[in-house]
């Protein structure tokens, strides 16, 4: 028992540990339609920003479909500071869109290139007019709200430098492991107090 007890005190505390790394700034809030938890982080590059995900769980968000999309924003960008989080509304986001490939061009290959972090099917996209259009060559990375709207663009790994906030989803599982391991290891060291207690009594 004293050896579970221990691994479960490690489990939990990893866990926590790994949100507190994750740089989080915002939520968790969830999504009704998908039970999914949501976060913002900050991060300055794509890459950085997926680690924060996988950190705890997760994945930069996934969009599959105009109402998820509406839902992002509403939530995260046009009505956050009411709900006591950073002023977003001009802010841009990464998400879990990017293209693998690199040197694909700049038209329709290079769209269709893109992929979500998740593995998830591509089946919606919302980018703005004339996007994505590997402008630089190495726009490989999907922003939200770049043109303060609410669309899509592909931009550099750095986000042009302008891009210090993610968007993370994690399954509402992840939440409720944080909890089953909590409870778990308050019900384990309240099972050792009584055995010690009892042996003790029959000292």
Avoid at 99 to 117: L, M, V
Avoid at 134 to 144: I, K, R
Wanted: net charge negative; aromatic share 12%.
């Amino acid at each position: 028992m004293r050896s579970y007890s221990i691994t479960s005190a490690v489990v939990l505390v990893s866990l926590f540990s790994a949100i507190a790394r994750a740089n989080i700034i915002y939520g968790p809030v969830v999504d009704p339609s998908n039970d999914q938890s949501y976060y913002v982080t900050s991060a300055e590059t794509w890459t950085l920003a997926q680690a924060d995900a996988q950190s705890i769980g997760g994945n930069l968000a996934t969009i599959h479909n105009a109402a998820e999309n509406a839902w992002i924003n509403s939530t995260f960008i046009a009505n956050l500071t009411s709900s006591g989080g950073p002023n977003l509304s001009s802010a841009q986001l990464w998400f879990g869109f990017y293209d693998p490939k690199i040197n694909d061009g700049s038209g329709a290959t290079h769209a269709a290139d893109f992929q979500w972090a998740d593995g998830e099917p591509v089946i919606y996209t919302n980018w703005n007019p004339m996007e994505p259009n590997n402008n630089l060559g190495d726009e490989y990375y999907a922003v939200l709200n770049y043109y303060h709207d609410g669309t899509w663009n592909d931009v550099p790994l750095d986000g042009f430098g302008t891009v210090p906030y993610g968007i993370v989803e994690v399954p509402e599982p992840a939440s409720a492991t944080l909890i089953a391991c909590g409870c778990a290891l308050l019900l384990m060291r309240g099972t050792r107090r009584r055995a010690a207690a009892a042996a003790t009594s029959r000292a």
